[in-house]
Structures are given as C-alpha cells and as structure tokens.
C-alpha cells in the first residue's frame, strides 16, 4: 500500500500533535495578509488532514471546505465542512474556489512526476479565474543539509526511532519511523496483532524534495503563475535557507 496511504492515522495524530491550532492560527493570518484582496467566495483546504486550518480560516470569515484522503483525521474536523477525496481527481466542479491553499507538505507524495503535477492540474481546475493559491513545502536546501539521519525521540506516549535518508536518484527525502510505546513494542495499541506481537509498527514517509524552479514550472504547465515565493509564515522572502517554501500564485483571467 502506498504510504501516504498507511501513515495518516491515529499515530500521526500523536506524533504530530505539536503541529497544532497555534500554528494554524498563524498560518491564517498569514493566509489574511498575503491573500488578502477580494474576499474569496469559496476556499479549499487541500488535505486539510484534521481541520486545524478549515477552522482557524472559517473563524476568520473565509468560507472553508476540507478535503483529505484519510478518514480517520478527517472525523477530528467534527462540525466543519469537509469530505474524502484524493488530491489528484479532486471532487468538485471546475471554477469552485477561489482559493486553494495547501498547508505542511501535502505535496509531493505520490512516486510519479506527472501524477504530482496532476495535482497542480486539479488546482487549476478547481480555481475560478483570477482564484490564489498557497502550496507550503519544506526547503530542499536546508532540509538535505540538516538531515538528522537517525534519532529516538519520545512522544505521544510512544518512542520512535526515527531514520531519515535522501535518495538522490528519487530526489526523495524519506523517513522511516519505528513505534514502540513505553511498555515495548506489543503494548502499541494500534498495532496490528500479527505485527504487534512480531515487531514494533514501522511507517515510512517519502516525500520529492522541490527545489523552487521545478514547482514554478509544474505549477505554470498546469496553467498558473507564482506572484511571490515565501520562507516562513512571518512574511519573509524565500531564501536558500529558510525553513519553508511557501509559493503563493494566481489562475490568470
Ligand atoms: C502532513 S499532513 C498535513 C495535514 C494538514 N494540512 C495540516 O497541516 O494539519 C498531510 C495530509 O495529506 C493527506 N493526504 C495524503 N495523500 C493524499 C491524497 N492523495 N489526497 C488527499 N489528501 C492526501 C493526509 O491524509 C494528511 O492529512
């Protein structure tokens, strides 16, 4: 099965549960700032996962509908507007949106280029004319420079031993998370009873590292330009050792 696939569930909620509503919040008034103008009549969260941005934005009057892949995150986003649906065949109408924002690396999973940039096909079609986007990436600069390759950290009740690599010939940064909970590998409750009793449960998460070029080519094949590439949600230009690549654009009319 395909990774993305296995790993957003309630393990990623754990282990990810820093990446939180305070974060949202600033994501959202970044959204508010840069995005600004006319107000938008429909705005897509893509891969919304658990709702943390459809609620930070419809709390700022945007009109905010999530999609994602996993059910498991998407019944978190109780009370909000949402449904399942793969990013590559989005479930809506052409002209829908007139934005679409897709927050933390949501971008890049799947193992062929062309069906990445079927995704930026499906933005373009979901966006009305003259609609915005905002695709937030890790900096493939920093991040292959920085790679812890192995580490253990605790949390969410669970210790992980954490592998991360580059595959150059992917040009693919993977991570490789092995789970065991205090009590060891067979107390792990969502662990499968075969795997629980044999192994503690392994996840992968393999994600194409972007340099910026390439996604501004992607993104103007399928039709939409890049007004202005981004380093981190404070606003700042994109540098070659900022933390994110944030990359907001417009559908032309
Ligand atoms: C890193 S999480 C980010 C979630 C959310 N944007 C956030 O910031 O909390 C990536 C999300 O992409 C979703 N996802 C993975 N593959 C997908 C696909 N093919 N179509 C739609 N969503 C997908 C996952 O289920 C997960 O919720």
Known sequence: ??????WFGQEYLELYAHRDEREAERHAEF????????????????????????????????RTFGVDLSV????????????AGDMCCLPFRDLTFDWVLN??????????????????????????PGGRF???????????????TRETQERGGFRVEIERWFDEATERVNKRMRLESAAGPA???????SKATEAAP?????????????????LKWAGLEVDALYGNFERESFQSDSERLILVGHKPS
């Open 72 to 83: 498991t995150l998407l019944v978190q986003a109780r009370g909000l507007p949402r449904t």
């Open 1 to 6: 099965m395909a990774w993305y696939k296995e």
């Open 103 to 128: 927050f933390f690396t949501s971008f890049g999973y799947f193992e062929s280029e062309r069906q990445n940039f079927r995704v930026l096909e499906e933005i373009e079609r979901v966006l009305a």
């Open 134 to 148: 905002l695709i937030d990436l890790f900096n493939r600069e920093q991040v292959v420079a920085n790679l812890v």
């Open 187 to 193: 107390a792990v409750p969502t662990a499968p009873a």
């Open 31 to 62: 959204v508010r700032g840069v995005l600004g103008g006319e107000h938008p009549r429909a705005v897509l969260d893509l891969a919304c996962g658990a709702g943390r941005h459809t609620e930070k934005l419809r709390g700022r009057g945007f």
């Open 202 to 218: 392994t996840f992968l998460e393999s994600v194409r590292a972007y340099r910026p070029e390439e996604v501004t080519i992607g």
